[in-house]
């Protein structure tokens, strides 16, 4: 081992050259897999540290459509020093008659008891939220509400039926990330003037939060556990510093394994870059590999000589990945917006980079072992001849290389944060992979059966692509890998792009009514009608009773949540929406069953959204017990259906008979198709006629969702462009690797009489026959990759974007003719005298 370690050290004084694809490849997949995982790190950390200020405390206790109790009031109170906060939905009023949906909330004077409330102008929160002499409520509004409503600070709105003094610009709320999405800007004054202006009546749609600073020492998890012995109404939600932001949480864990998957992508891409420069190298070493073991040198002298010098030098690509990534967190410091919602804390992290190192060093030796079996195998006789092709056979090489295959894989799954996703995706990249090895293998028997009938230069390109270096045996799949990924990454964004941007405007509803009078409710659609200037009909409006409940029975015993899987708990675990419908409204969307007549006035039917009701093993005739309006009915589940949430029709995942809420004033629900113009007439009359009524643009919130998905998506191509790199440079090695004999080949074929321009039409139809097997091979790969995430996981409409998947197909064939092309010049270049001398 010393004496090959001596001999390692000796050849690596010569350099790296013929490694620098090696190296590249390398360190291109640990550099993405590293910066995704560092950038989530530092996203993590961010929100760990301020996980106080962003839930706002220690603890924060919520109810929803009620206030506390004086029971639970004193519960919380003794837990700690509380902030009281309610918030509430409703309509701003400019004195120019303009009006627009906002999020109300208000504080009580202990607000916040974490972190600070930021203003635009500085100044102290409860100074600028003190009521007015006259008794307006002072507040501070988000500048976006400023500007849609053409307001300054010092004017007065309507908010509801409740005068508003603005006194300044909102700019932040530490507790504002913890509180999720929100419909509208926010506007934020004193507890007491949300109670003044009526949003708090019972039936009213509301929350009431209570924010605890627990004193020193009190873990968050004992009080919350002891709070939960006195306050055992489930429909009370706790939450505690390690719980601030799950969906945020949830987010950037899948987007560190999405964007880790294709730096994985990239490493198995460049797989076959390691592996040639591996091969390559020990091509010219193939002279000294021959000397030495007709001198003596046994076949792990050979192995260690040459293991030694690839291990030292994929240990410099991994370091060169390694650095990179933990640099990118600090290169996105300095792009993204310094007031990002989501706090990030940029440091260098060892664990995201120690993983990101495992899975490059298993890469390395997954791909460059096997040539050096082949190497180690050989006999002196046959390298004297230049002869390795021989087959690779079991020794401790080849299953070093197949456990660390295996590694990498297992790896991949251990760190995902849904093991089951991650081995769909690894057998999918792994038969991908397959699929293309095969694929660029049929492309050269097929071009060996097709130069007998070619003449000319289409003659040598067939003859090139057919032949044993042909560069369609390596470069294809790593081109075609890179093009599948970033294929599948654009149909999915250019398909959820439609959905948002033309299929939702087409299919749902352009504006959202809530909070409407039910005993009004004929008088309110005679407005509307009115405001749109034409008949309300069931294709551009439809109204209904709205309502919340809870599932409590199912077949006469309580809901087993446990046996429900995770994804529908939804309807089991909170209060979800129900209506009451009489006749089958358009777009019911029926499974199984069959609607009840419009005058029915029997014991209380049920329709169920069908993926709930499965999930809890129910069936038609199944009896179902509903907690609603404080008393309990039992209903049979008549109807299972699909419900279509961004889609025009009954979205409630419960409707029961009318009957069976016969006699409660319920409030309803109204959607409706409208165009700009009527948006604003119905939006202006109604402020007259319904003040109490909201009024929710969907467009609007369309319009913010495809902006939105328009940044991510720009980040998740650039991330997949990178396997796309990692495909190039393989290619830039299969022909750095031939540079040598592909001159030789070259000034061969001048010396018989072959022109420049045959020479180069047949290298540049070899390599551009490969691009474009790799194009086309890897843009079917990313629609069979595409479509099931499309329909199945995001429910929406398949769309090819016909001009992303030629582009892509024609980008593959260009640059790698182009390839050819530069490599044709460069032997060109050459004397034919010079080359052929040349050993």
């Not at 390795?388 to 991949?412: K, M």
Request: glycine share 10%.
């Amino acid at each position: 081992m010393n004496l090959a370690l001596r001999f390692a050290a000796r050849e690596l004084r010569s350099g790296v050259k013929g490694f620098r694809i090696f190296l590249a490849c390398l360190a291109l997949g640990v550099a993405a897999i590293a910066a995704a995982g560092s950038t989530a790190e530092a996203f993590r950390q961010g929100l760990a540290s301020q996980a106080r200020e962003i839930l706002g405390g220690d603890l924060a206790v919520t109810v929803d459509q009620r206030r506390f109790t004086p029971a639970e009031r004193a519960a919380i109170e003794r837990a700690g020093r509380v902030s009281w906060a309610v918030g509430s939905r409703a309509m701003a009023e400019a004195p120019s008659g303009e009006r627009r949906l906002v999020e109300l909330r208000g504080v009580s004077a202990a607000y916040p008891l974490a972190g600070a409330v930021t203003l635009e102008s500085g100044g102290d929160l409860q100074q600028a939220i003190r009521p007015a002499a006259d008794g307006a409520a002072g507040a501070v509004i988000e500048r976006v509400l400023l500007e849609r409503l053409a307001l300054h600070v010092g004017d007065r709105i309507l908010v509801g039926e409740l005068p508003v003094e603005i006194r300044g610009v909102l700019v932040q709320e530490p507790d504002r990330l913890s509180r999720g999405f929100a419909l509208g800007p926010r506007v934020l004054v004193q507890r007491q003037a949300v109670e003044r202006g009526g949003f708090l009546q019972p039936g009213l749609p509301f929350l009431e939060t209570a924010r605890i600073a627990l004193p020193q020492g009190v873990s968050p998890v004992e009080a919350r556990k002891a709070m939960r012995k006195t306050i055992k109404d489930r429909t009370v939600r706790m939450r505690d510093r390690q719980d601030a932001t799950p969906g945020v949480s949830w987010l950037i864990d899948q987007l560190e394994y999405f964007l880790g998957f294709i730096g994985l992508a990239s490493l198995v891409a460049g797989g076959l870059g390691v592996f040639g420069a591996v091969s390559a190298f020990l091509e010219e070493r193939k002279p000294s590999i021959a000397v030495l073991k007709a001198l003596g040198a046994e076949g792990d002298f050979i192995r260690n000589l040459y293991l030694a010098q690839i291990g030292v030098l994929a240990l410099l690509g991994v370091a060169v990945g390694v650095a990179l990534g933990a640099a990118a967190p600090f290169v996105l410091a300095g792009l993204i917006p310094k007031d990002l919602t989501v706090p990030a804390l940029f440091a260098v992290y060892p664990e995201p980079l120690l993983r990101a190192a495992a899975f490059g060093l298993l890469s390395a030796a997954a791909f460059s072992l096997a040539p050096l079996a082949r190497a180690r195998a050989t006999p002196p006789a046959s390298l004297f001849r230049r002869d390795v092709g021989a087959r690779l056979a079991w020794s401790g090489e080849t299953i070093a290389a197949a456990l660390a295959a295996l590694g990498l894989a297992v790896l991949s799954v251990l760190t995902a944060p849904t093991p089951l996703a991650a081995g769909l995706m690894i057998g999918g990249v792994a038969v991908s992979f397959l699929l293309l090895w095969w694929l660029g293998r049929l492309a050269t028997r097929l071009a060996g059966r097709l130069r007998g009938g070619a003449r000319g230069m289409v003659r040598m390109g067939l003859a090139n692509l057919a032949g044993p270096r042909s560069a369609a045996r390596t470069a294809a799949p790593a081109i075609g890998l890179g093009v599948g990924l970033l294929a599948a990454v654009v149909l999915i964004q250019s398909s959820l792009l439609r959905q948002v941007a033309e299929v939702a405007p087409r299919t749902a509803p352009a504006i959202v009514f809530t909070e409407i009078p039910g005993a009004e409710a004929a008088r309110f659609d005679q407005a509307v009608a009115a405001a749109f200037g034409q008949p309300l009909t069931a294709g551009n409006y439809l109204r209904a009773p709205f309502l919340t409940g809870r599932i409590v029975r199912i077949k006469d015993r309580p809901v087993d949540r446990k046996s429900i899987p995770e994804r529908q708990r939804w309807a089991f675990d909170n209060d979800v929406s129900i209506s009451a419908i009489g006749a089958k409204p358009r777009g019911a969307d029926i499974v199984e069953g069959e609607w009840w007549p419009a005058d029915y006035r029997g014991p209380p039917l049920l329709a169920m959204e069908v993926e709930a009701a499965r999930a809890a093993g129910l069936g038609l005739g199944d009896d179902v017990t509903l907690s609603v309006l404080g008393r309990e009915i039992e209903a049979k589940l008549a109807v299972l259906r699909k419900v279509d949430v961004g889609g025009f029709g009954p979205s409630f995942p419960l409707i029961l008979t009318p009957a069976s809420l016969e006699g409660a004033d319920l409030r309803h629900v109204a959607i409706a198709k409208a165009d700009r113009a009527q948006e604003a007439r119905v939006t202006r009359a109604l402020g007259r006629d319904f003040p109490e009524v909201n009024v929710i643009s969907v467009r609007e919130q369309l319009e913010a969702a495809t902006d939105l998905f328009d940044r991510l998506a720009l980040a998740i191509r650039a991330a997949a462009a990178v396997a796309a790199l990692a495909g190039l440079l393989v290619l830039t090695g299969a022909i750095a690797a031939r540079a040598q004999a592909r001159t030789r080949e070259a000034s061969i074929l001048k010396v018989l009489g072959a022109t420049r321009l045959q020479v180069l039409g047949a290298y540049v139809l070899e390599y551009g026959a490969v691009g474009l097997i790799a194009g086309v091979t890897g843009v079917g790969l990313g629609c069979l990759a595409a479509w099931p995430v499309v329909t199945q996981i995001f429910k929406a409409q398949w769309a090819v974007d016909w001009s992303g998947v030629f582009l892509l197909v024609f980008g593959a064939a260009l640059l790698a003719g182009l390839g050819g092309l530069f490599a044709t010049l460069h032997a060109l270049a050459k004397r034919p005298a010079a080359a052929l001398r040349t050993e």
